[in-house]
């Protein structure tokens, strides 16, 4: 049974740091693009970042440009989102997501995901 878990969400004051964990499981992932998504209360679910572990390409969103940085480590089951300079704006709830995409295809469309954890709050005060 394939298994995403994500860690390490929780409150931080603007300008401060988190770092989100997600565990994969049930499955060998070397061959799976795993990204990182967000969503806000009533807003639409955005792309944060996307890592390969074959290609070793990433992916980040225009808005976190700069401040996050995706990882992948331990065999390629692990991924991590390093986040600074947090904002009140990234609050939201953030998932981890995994699938085999082809390099012709869009990693940062959501719909092309089919496997997803429960999602970690991250609360970014002012």
């Known amino acids: 049974q394939v298994q995403l878990v994500e860690s390490g969400g929780g409150l931080v004051q603007a300008g401060g740091s988190l770092r989100l964990s997600c565990a994969a499981s049930?499955?060998?992932?070397?061959?799976?693009?795993m990204a990182w998504f967000r969503q806000a209360p009533e807003k639409e679910r955005e792309f944060v970042a996307a890592t390969t572990w074959n290609y070793g390409s990433t992916y980040t969103g225009y808005s976190v440009n700069g401040r996050f940085t995706i990882s992948r480590e331990n065999a390629g089951n692990t991924v991590s989102l390093q986040m600074n300079n947090l904002q009140p704006e990234d609050t939201a709830v953030y998932s981890c997501?995994?699938?085999?995409?082809?390099?012709?295809?869009?990693?940062?469309?959501?719909?092309?995901?089919?496997?997803w954890g429960q999602g970690t709050q991250v609360t970014v005060s002012s």
């Open positions: 997501a995994a699938a085999i995409l082809r390099r012709d295809q869009s990693y940062d469309d959501h719909r092309l995901y089919n496997y």
């Open positions: 049930g499955r060998t992932f070397t061959s799976y693009a």
